[in-house]
């Protein structure tokens, strides 16, 4: 079996798992609690459904692949603000923070890649390949950062293996993780390696997608009254902001 046969064959399985994932979340109600993550996974159903369709259309497919890779790596960046915004959610000062962070690192990423569309060589189409790719990996950057924050934090903001926000940063975690590698290496090596990175790369988010159907079903855990005490750091942090933000 040729390497595009395998991509081909990984990208039809990834579908019939995004197609699952998204039947679990809308019968089990989860869209209410995960609004974004809803989002972020229909989007990403659809783009599939819509690019395996279009794959006999080379112009048509080369503009959605694009369109489609920016909506996904805005609505992921979204994914993580969703998993701070919930985890903070009785921290109003540390909501505030996360919020300033997330918007202005949105409008930071789209104005760079803006910029490289308009100015950066003389073909739209190279431009806008080249924009997304600096804005994914700026992106991806910015979140495996936030989410080795959020791991290696995880007692002081009150994580539970078990908990289905937990399934969402781990899913994630291990997806942008993947793409961070990719996209930083795609422009130094031969294109005869880039069906091996489509192959790693679709094997993470079929990964990702099994992780997060995984947590979605299982019954979330409820925190040991003895672990609350650890959040006193949270509530420490979160008192300091407030009185940074009132001086």
Do not use: C
Not at 22 to 29: D, P
Not at 46 to 64: G, I, K, M, P, T
Request: proline residues 2%; charged residues 10%.
């Amino acid at each position: 079996m040729s390497a595009g046969s395998i991509v081909e064959f990984l990208w039809i399985g990834a579908t019939g798992l995004q197609l699952l994932l998204a039947g679990v979340l809308v019968y089990r109600k989860l869209w209410v609690n995960f609004p974004l993550f809803t989002t972020y996974v229909l989007f990403g159903l659809a783009d599939s459904l819509v690019l395996l369709a279009s794959r006999a259309n080379a112009s048509f497919y080369f503009y959605f692949y694009w369109i489609g890779e920016a909506g996904g790596i805005i609505l992921g960046f979204l994914v993580l603000y969703e998993v701070f915004k919930s985890i903070f959610l009785q921290h109003a000062a540390l909501r505030k923070l996360a919020t300033f962070i997330f918007s202005t690192s949105l409008v930071i990423l789209t104005a760079i890649a803006v910029f490289i569309l308009l100015h950066a060589g003389p073909r739209l189409t190279s431009n806008i390949g080249r924009s997304v790719m600096v804005m994914e990996e700026a992106t991806r950057t910015i979140e495996v950062g936030l989410l080795i924050v959020l791991f290696a934090s995880t007692g002081a903001f009150g994580l539970h293996w078990r908990q289905p926000v937990f399934g969402v940063s781990l899913g994630l975690g291990i997806f942008v993780a993947v793409e961070l590698i990719a996209v930083t290496m795609r422009s130094q090596l031969s294109p005869a390696t880039h069906n091996a990175f489509s192959i790693i790369r679709t094997l993470a988010y079929t990964t990702s997608l099994v992780v997060w159907g995984t947590y979605m079903l299982l019954p979330e855990q409820v925190a040991d009254e003895s672990q609350l005490p650890q959040r006193g750091q949270l509530e420490q942090w979160n008192q300091a902001i407030l009185e940074l933000i009132h001086q």
